[in-house]
């Protein structure tokens, strides 16, 4: 049986398509005028990506005592926090909003060293547990 026209044009447009496809496979492994030079970063003296490589540029003396190693130092800030209890339950525990980051956080009666009541201005520990962070060593401020 023979070939239908939309069949036969169908065919022929596939083999137009392979044919410019290796055309222009051909044409790109002749005229290929990417060079080593467009493909390679390196990195300058600040540790910053840069094109130009290190032959063509300025001669920057690095002090081997600035180069600091492995993670930045924490900074510890002041480890007492502050905060009002905005929550209490009689079950025995609690949320004290933070002054500062307005973050609100649980605590325990077993935590409190006084008798603790909501609207109470106090002072506390940040501590991370399991389920997030919790207070601890919390003391009223008068």
């Not at 003396?61 to 009002?84: M, Y």
């Given at each position: ?9 169908n065919f ?27 493909v390679f ?31 930045a130092p ?69």
């Amino acid at each position: 049986m023979a070939d239908s026209f939309s069949k036969k044009e169908n065919f022929k447009k596939k083999i137009q398509k392979q044919k410019e496809k290796a055309l222009r496979r051909e044409d790109r492994k002749t005229n290929n005028n990417k060079g080593a030079e467009d493909v390679f970063m390196y990195v300058d003296e600040f540790g910053r990506l840069t094109s130009t490589p290190p032959e063509q540029r300025e001669k920057v003396e690095v002090n081997i005592e600035d180069i600091q190693l492995g993670a930045a130092p924490i900074i510890e800030e002041d480890i007492r926090k502050s905060g009002i209890i905005t929550f209490h339950s009689e079950k025995g525990y609690g949320f004290i909003t933070e002054d500062n980051t307005k973050e609100n956080i649980f605590f325990h009666n077993n935590s409190c060293a006084h008798p603790v009541k909501k609207g109470n201005k106090v002072s506390f520990e940040k501590e991370k547990s399991p389920k997030g962070f919790s207070a601890v060593d919390i003391q009223i401020i008068k």
